[in-house]
């Protein structure tokens, strides 16, 4: 069900293919970082840094796997990441270092 332009939110970011297509984004609404991949909500955050680390990840394995993508933000979500990354002692490479090795972080028992 698609859902109408104006309940979407503010956009802050767009992951497009070659052809345009779009793979991607964020946008700001009710407070949250709304992440978008495929055409699906995959999550929402407080954190800029933290949404704006994982699309830019996704851009990277597209390209890693031959696939032109081009990811485009807004200077209001750059300045937002990178200034919690700051807040945590970390430029925001560092920050996405961090996050990467996190979520590549082998699963413990009950998780």
Known sequence: MAIPADK???????????????????VFKDGQWVLGLDGR????????AHVLAILKRAAALARAEGREATLVFSATLRAAAH?????QGLDFDAFQEK???????PATPGD
């Open 41 to 48: 909500i995959v999550g929402e955050s407080h954190s800029a």
């Open 99 to 105: 996050l990467a090795a996190e979520m590549n972080a």
């Open 8 to 26: 979407l939110g503010e956009p802050h970011a767009q992951l497009r293919d070659a052809q345009g297509k779009l793979l991607g984004g964020i």
């Open 83 to 87: 200034q919690e990354a700051a807040a």
